[in-house]
């Protein structure tokens, strides 16, 4: 399949996430999206959405028991279709999880951790849930329209855990530094929900539809 031949911006639909509020959030940005569980529709997109809320195992089962991943790892490893994971659907990305025992999709190298161990974590409530600003690492198209006002909605116990610093866009304060935000090649993750975060989502949402893929 050519890059032509594909179509559309696709909601995976794995039985995990908060897909209405994706698509309403898109189509506030000004594009259409369309939520599937079909690994052809998948397989055929030109732009992908993993959003997810929930356990690293049963997302994981999920995208399985649905014949997604196969359909996923063409469209991703193999095609380089763009996509952006949200939550618990930037976590499944990685190799592993702390909350689970299944492996992830490892197209990131990182693992999954959970938050409240270590300097600085004392005392804090886990999950870690409400508005955090973020302060961009490196320019990405995550940092287009960002501002010295921009904040996003968290809601997590775990955390992305990458191998290279340099591959974190965005970093969030939650007792330590937290990869808010990555961009490695064509996948692109958040831990925050864009859905949920009013202007600021709408605006970074923006700009991965619009993002090229050329720039990190």
């Not at 959030?25 to 939520?35: C, F, L, Q």
């Not at 938050?115 to 973020?134: C, K």
Request: proline residues 4%; contains cysteine.
């Amino acid at each position: 399949m050519t890059p032509t031949d594909r179509q559309g911006i696709v909601i995976v639909d794995y039985g995990l996430g908060n897909l209405a509020s994706v698509r309403n959030m898109i189509r506030k940005a000004g594009y259409d999206a369309e939520t599937s569980s079909d690994p052809a529709t998948i397989r055929r997109a030109a732009r992908l959405l993993l959003p997810g809320v929930g356990a690293f195992d049963h997302g994981m089962r999920n995208l399985a028991e649905r014949g997604l991943i196969e359909a996923l790892n063409e469209a991703v490893l193999v095609s380089r279709v763009l996509i952006l994971g949200i939550c618990l659907g930037m976590q499944l990305m990685s190799r592993r999880s702390e909350e689970g025992a299944l492996p992830g999709l490892g197209w990131l190298a990182a693992d999954t951790v959970r938050l409240g161990s270590g300097p600085g974590m004392e005392g804090l409530r886990i999950p870690h849930m409400g508005w955090n600003t973020v302060a961009k690492t490196r320019a990405t198209f995550f940092s287009r329209s960002l501002d010295g006002e921009a904040r996003f909605y968290f809601v997590h116990s775990y955390h992305l855990c990458l191998d290279d610093p340099a591959h974190v866009a965005l970093l969030t304060r939650y007792g330590r530094d937290i990869a808010a935000a990555t961009v490695t090649g064509n996948v692109a993750g958040t831990q925050f929900h864009p859905e949920k975060s009013h202007r600021f989502g709408l605006a970074l949402m923006r700009d991965f539809l619009e993002w090229d893929g050329r720039r990190a």
